[in-house]
């Protein structure tokens, strides 16, 4: 899993990733401090993993991984090489969503590249540069197709036929998120990498003892629900320079830390959650001795699918899998406590992998 954090100079991007992977990359007040993308590959917390890895008593303990990476500053007209836009939007492709920083607090001090704080702005406006180099990809891709679909050649003209829907809404100013496509639809257009085709999670960055937007209560913050909410994305708060003081707090002290603050949850399990609701993705289990590990895998995944993310072998030569709640497990106090009261099931191929399930595969 890629995310790839981006938005405005100065909204606390390189201060987030800084939080999350307690890596140090430049976080200045100044616009373009990031000039290469910096990566992060930071450990999925899961009280879950850790209880079962007591259980079990294991060596290891592997949490699921997000890599995330931090990508300079967007400006108003990247899409035409303001500011150092091409090389930022190329940098967004590679990644599997986009986590868009907001700024939604007041403070004089810091400095906003438009002069004010205005978060339905600012979404507008990276999205806007997003919306726009998709057209101009759609619209290249279409000009190249012109002579096999002239020629009426069969993918040529499915392919053509995606593009003019998704065309027809960038330039009405939507996502091409937003446009309906069947699995065959989207697998003709996957090679092009749309930026708008990419699930976005909204990061609200307030401040600690700062004017934050929602309890200024002046409308700025409820018609920036309304825009994500009508982009049917989801949004997540934190505040990445309290997180990042945080690291430094040893881990029994860190809820005393935020009580003082006002910051009533942890920012960063927040976010990762919300990273997950947005790839849609959930967690499984395998557990022992050696090792206890987090596996992430899509919803709606199968038993086969979910072993591939182990070995292509448990996938390919699939014979059955044995399969447990994380938490009937730890009730149960061992693996084979709960063979002996039934609680661990036989499944086959058909069956749909659930969040918190403890796996085992076997194979031929």
């Not at 949004?235 to 860190?254: F, P, Q």
């Amino acid at each position: 899993m890629k995310i790839g954090i981006v938005g405005l100079p100065n909204v606390g991007k390189s201060t987030l990733f800084n939080a999350l992977t307690k890596a140090s990359v430049p976080a200045e007040n100044y616009p373009f401090c990031t000039i290469d993308p910096s990566v992060g590959v930071v450990g999925v917390p899961d009280e879950r993993l850790d209880k079962l890895a007591l259980l079990s008593g294991s060596d290891k303990t592997i949490p699921a991984a997000i890599e995330f990476v931090d990508i300079a500053g967007l400006v108003q007209g990247a899409s035409m090489g303001e500011g150092l836009g091409n090389q930022f939007l190329s940098h967004i492709r590679e990644v599997d969503a986009i986590l868009e920083m907001v700024r939604f607090f007041d403070d004089t001090d810091i400095i906003h590249v438009h002069g004010e704080v205005d978060p339905v702005r600012d979404i507008e406006v990276i999205n806007l540069e997003l919306i726009l180099a998709d057209q101009q990809s759609v619209t290249g891709r279409r000009e190249r197709l012109t002579g096999d679909v002239r020629a009426q050649k069969k993918e040529a003209v499915a392919e053509d036929a995606v593009l003019s829907k998704i065309e027809q809404v960038l330039l009405k100013g939507g996502l091409a998120i937003t446009v309906d496509l069947s699995p065959e639809e989207a697998k003709l257009i996957k090679p092009m990498n749309l930026l708008t085709l990419k699930p976005i999670l909204y990061a609200l960055n307030g401040k600690s003892g700062g004017h934050n937007l929602d309890e200024v209560n002046d409308g700025r913050s409820r018609a920036a629900f309304e825009l994500i909410e009508s982009y049917g994305a989801d949004y997540v708060r934190v505040d990445a320079v309290t997180e990042g003081e945080l690291n430094d707090v040893a881990e029994e002290d860190k809820q005393m830390f935020r009580s003082e603050l006002g910051v009533s949850e942890d920012g960063l399990e927040a976010l990762i959650r919300g990273a997950y609701r947005t790839l849609g993705l959930i967690t499984f289990f395998t557990t022992g001795p050696k090792e206890s590990r987090a596996w992430t895998v899509a919803k709606g995944a199968t038993a086969p699918e979910a072993g591939a993310a182990i070995h292509t072998d448990f996938k390919d030569k699939f014979i059955r899998a044995e399969v447990v709640g994380w938490d009937t497990l730890l009730a149960d106090g061992s693996w084979s406590a709960a063979r002996d009261k039934g609680d661990i099931r036989t499944e086959g191929k058909t069956y749909v992998t659930k969040d918190g399930d403890v796996m085992v595969f076997l194979h031929s």
